[in-house]
T-cell receptor, first 113, second 115 residues
Framework: SQQGEEDPQALSIQEGENATMNCSYK?????LQWYRQNSGRGLVHLIL?????REKHSGRLRVTLDTSKKSSSLLITASRAADTASYFC?????????????FGKGTLLTVNP | NAGVMQNPRHLVRRRGQEARLRCSPM?????VYWYRQLPEEGLKFMVY????????ESGMPKERFSAEFPKEGPSILRIQQVVRGDSAAYFC?????????????FGDGTRLSIL
């Protein structure tokens, strides 16, 4: 089974619209993180939400976590063309392997000007 | 305020050659992680190192791959006798000590192409 499955695989919206991406995972976690990756670049850390948190905000980003459903969502409000990138959720292993991040295949977001 | 630095950004090797990928963690970070990303895929964990110690190499292929993080200098991921299937982007991440290993800060990666 694979942790951190994002959906949709691709999302295309107009500038100013909101974008919602979802992530599901299978085993218990300590934290869940969202990263952004621009084409040809490394991953940029966006936000970390702990397993005992339900919602977190950072600027135009809103992340929710539902541990009972083993799912998370990332909402980007008032999107901009510069938000065009791939977005990945990453889960860590509970117990002693919390350093081992498991990534999904990502959601490719395209924001059209 | 330099981030995680990886070099080279691009590396081309012929089958059978050796590839050496370097990673300098962020200042103050003593934990280093290597991940591999195949096209259209997410990153896959390879190895976790602290200074002079390999903590977890469960994601490393059993043969041809090795990693080190010496007391002085960058972390090195070494791939011997490369094959076409080694073509991928290799990312290094680092985190400070005592941080519960999160968040991990990533470099821009080394894109390895095998001819």
């Amino acid at each position: 089974s694979q942790q951190g499955e994002e959906d949709p695989q691709a999302l295309s919206i107009q500038e100013g619209e909101n974008a919602t991406m979802n992530c599901s995972y299978k085993t218990s976690i300590n934290n869940l993180q969202w990263y952004r990756q621009n084409s040809g670049r490394g991953l940029v850390h966006l936000i970390l939400i702990r397993s005992n948190e339900r919602e977190k905000h950072s600027g135009r980003l809103r992340v929710t976590l539902d541990t009972s459903k083993k799912s998370s969502s990332l909402l980007i409000t008032a999107s901009r063309a510069a938000d065009t990138a791939s977005y990945f959720c990453a889960t860590d292993g509970s117990g002693g392997s919390n350093y081992k991040l498991t990534f999904g295949k990502g959601t490719l977001l395209t924001v059209n000007p | 305020n330099a981030g995680v630095m990886q070099n080279p950004r691009h590396l081309v090797r012929r089958r059978g050659q050796e590839a050496r990928l370097r990673c300098s963690p962020m200042k103050g970070h003593s934990h280093v992680y290597w991940y591999r990303q195949l096209p259209e895929e997410g990153l896959k964990f390879m190895v976790y190192l602290q200074k002079e110690n390999i903590i977890d190499e469960s994601g490393m292929p059993k043969e041809r791959f090795s990693a080190e993080f010496p007391k002085e200098g960058p972390s090195i991921l070494r791939i011997q006798q490369v094959v076409r299937g080694d073509s991928a982007a290799y990312f290094c991440a680092s985190s400070p000590p005592g941080s519960d290993n999160q968040p991990q800060h990533f470099g821009d990666g080394t894109r390895l192409s095998i001819l």
